[in-house]
């Protein structure tokens, strides 16, 4: 949540705005009284939301310790990724827990944040569904799902965020897809003798597909039902 509390500014106010990317800005007035009480409530949700996942995601990397599973780590560090990406796409990502981020630092994080949260997903889906990846080892299916996040990975790490969306767009187009092909398959074959990898498989296909809704919201031009899908 972010404003302007303008003090005795008579007549008209104009406003510029300078964007990376498709984006759309939302305009209101609001006494300094208003827009106290909405800084306050969004902060206690806020606080509320990530509070629960970051405590989620410690049960998980305690369990991990615990259970000594690398599974239960990647799962914690894939809910907080994922926390952050919706904060990102929600535009609350400029803070983290009450604290503000340095503006010249935002750039660059999300960037890594968007590329560890590929990277992550991939490596929860291949431990996962390990037995079921194997006979696509090695296969054009399998290079391009492997090849495109490794080239956002780098792209994270060198470009400038103008030019790193458009290859976030190219690779979610590409790596999206064919991972719920995937697991679609994978589903239809073990989904009576173990519904354990349904909820694994519809929990990576609600992220998938808000990345992918994402990318043609962000073409388009569009935000139809993209804050209830965060």
Not at 162 to 168: E, N
């Amino acid at each position: 949540l972010a404003g302007f509390a303008l003090v005795g500014a008579p007549g008209d106010v104009v406003c510029r705005v300078t964007h990376i990317g498709p984006a759309q800005i939302v305009l209101g007035a609001r006494t300094r009284t208003e827009f106290e009480v909405a800084q306050r409530r969004f902060e206690r949700h806020a606080g509320l939301l990530e509070g629960g996942l970051i405590l989620l995601a410690l049960m998980g990397g305690v369990a991990a310790i615990i259970n000594r599973q690398q599974i239960f780590l990647l799962m914690a560090v894939w809910i907080f990724l994922n926390m952050r990406l919706a904060a990102l796409s929600f535009g609350s990502d400029i803070h983290w827990l009450g604290y503000s981020i340095p503006q010249e630092m935002l750039p660059r994080l999300r960037m890594l944040t968007i590329a560890m949260t590929g990277a992550t997903t991939w490596l929860l889906f291949n431990k996962l569904f390990a037995q079921d990846l194997k006979k696509y080892q090695g296969t054009l299916p399998w290079k391009l799902l492997e090849y495109p996040l490794f080239l956002l990975a780098l792209c994270a790490m060198v470009l400038p965020y103008r030019y790193f969306l458009p290859v976030l767009w190219g690779t979610i187009a590409i790596v999206v897809p064919i991972t719920l092909v995937m697991l679609f398959r994978i589903v239809t074959r073990r989904g009576n003798s173990e519904p354990i990898a349904v909820w694994y498989a519809a929990a990576l296909s609600v992220v998938m597909i808000a990345g992918f809704y994402e990318v043609i919201a962000a073409s388009l031009g569009f935000r139809v039902f993209i804050d209830s899908i965060n």
